[in-house]
């Protein structure tokens, strides 16, 4: 049973490159979730989708964009990177409608933009 | 909105001890609160959740309670091992939306 898997793991980018990072959940989850962590700021909410078709800003949605791609996969993705960029990125997944709304994380993409 | 604290933001015990981690939070109307660790460089790991219809769950050595009036959660460890020396965060969810606290950094010393 894989859970929340994210590509790649690792990533280093130049200041105006851009990337995709991808996530994909194998149980059936309805809302999928973008989080970054910094030291000291703890995790912070990118973008969210609550269902297929569906995405909302989070707390620090500026410079990224999403793409709930079907119920399965939701990307992040850096259009221009900028070294404030730099960060571990962690997808997660949920169904609060359905379930009991445990949260499951994905092992994180850490990116460093030069 | 909904805040979520953790104090301490680290503690240093020896192997054995019983130990709490405390997390609060500021709206009463959560529809769940959970626990995790983090290893370093690694992910988050769910740890036990708890439902607002619940007042604790336990798991091996590890025991939640919630109190929803009082706006706290603590997860109790008992007989510390070293390997259970990670970053633990609380997170609850109000509204389709987690909050996380900043985490408590446990350190256990063999």
């Known amino acids: 049973n894989a859970g929340v898997t994210q590509t790649p793991k690792f990533q280093v980018l130049k200041t105006g490159q851009s990337m995709t990072l991808q996530c994909a959940q194998d149980m059936n989850h309805n809302s999928m979730y973008w989080y970054r962590q910094d030291p000291g700021m703890g995790l912070r909410l990118i973008y969210y989708?609550?269902?297929?078709?569906?995405?909302d800003k989070g707390e620090v949605p500026n410079g990224y964009n999403v793409s709930r791609l079907n119920k399965r996969e939701f990307s992040l993705r850096l259009e221009s990177a900028a070294p404030s960029q730099t960060s571990v990125y962690f997808c997660?997944?949920?169904?609060?409608?359905?379930?009991?709304?445990?949260?499951?994380f994905g092992e994180g993409s850490r990116l460093t933009v030069l | 909105k909904q805040e979520v604290t953790q104090i301490p933001a680290a503690l240093s015990v020896p192997e054995g001890e019983n130990l709490v981690l405390n997390c609060s939070f500021t709206?009463?109307?959560?529809?769940?609160l959970q626990w995790f660790r983090q290893d370093p460089g690694k992910g988050l790991t769910s740890l036990l959740l708890?439902?607002?219809?619940?007042r604790e769950q336990t798991s091996g050595r590890l025991n939640a309670s919630l109190d929803k009036s009082s706006g706290r959660s603590t997860l109790y460890i008992a007989a510390s091992q070293p390997g259970d020396s990670a970053t633990y965060l609380c997170?609850?969810?109000?509204?389709?939306?987690?909050?996380f606290g900043s985490g408590t950094k446990l350190n256990v010393k063999p």
């Open positions: 997660a997944s949920s169904e609060l409608a359905l379930n009991t709304g445990e949260l499951f």
């Open positions: 989708s609550a269902s297929e078709g569906t995405t």
């Open positions: 997170a609850s969810v109000n509204f389709n939306k987690f909050y």
């Open positions: 709206d009463s109307a959560i529809y769940n």
């Open positions: 708890i439902q607002s219809s619940q």
